[in-house]
């Protein structure tokens, strides 16, 4: 788990899923923060992916780079703490040019409660499956079912 999280850590544009309706909704973001298997965000009020993720807080990320992509997928909150909103707007150069202060951003996490990490580049390919809510580890081969292997953590 450790190595898709270090991915995340080294990749932090991710393609962003919401849904508005049933229909699915997705864009460029960027990774703010990362703690652990929490991953902080921040955006405008005015912005329909605000309005989407009041209605339905579930989303789901990609990123990839090299033959090695991740997925996750979780629930957002919206109660960061106003240091880590200060930490995130001071450390991000492009939102200093975008929003005048910090206070104009709403920030919001992202608890991963499923991880899968693909790696295409060896002969099998290999996929990882992480399930936080339970404690559980999969592992396989694109292109057929993983096992689980809750000793693997």
């Given at each position: 788990m450790q190595t898709a999280l270090d991915f995340l850590k080294q990749n932090k544009e991710v393609v962003f899923a919401t849904n508005e309706g049933n229909q699915p909704k997705i864009r460029i973001f960027q990774i703010m923060r990362q703690e652990?298997?929490?991953?902080?965000?921040?955006?405008?009020?005015?912005?329909?992916v605000y309005r989407q993720l009041q209605k339905n807080p579930h989303v789901e990320i990609l990123t990839m780079a090299n033959d090695v992509s991740v997925r996750c997928s979780g629930k957002v909150s919206f109660d960061v703490d106003d240091k880590c909103?200060?930490?995130?707007?001071?450390?991000?150069?492009?939102?200093?040019?975008?929003?005048?202060?910090?206070d104009k951003l709403v920030y919001f996490s992202l608890a991963i409660e499923e991880m899968d990490y693909y790696d295409l580049r060896p002969t099998p390919p290999i996929l990882r499956h992480f399930n936080l809510r339970e404690g559980t580890e999969g592992t396989g081969f694109v292109g057929e079912r993983f096992s689980k292997n809750d000793n693997n953590r």
């Open positions: 652990a298997t929490t991953l902080y965000f921040a955006t405008s009020s005015q912005k329909e909103r200060q930490w995130i707007y001071n450390n991000n150069p492009v939102l200093p040019r975008l929003y005048s202060s910090y």
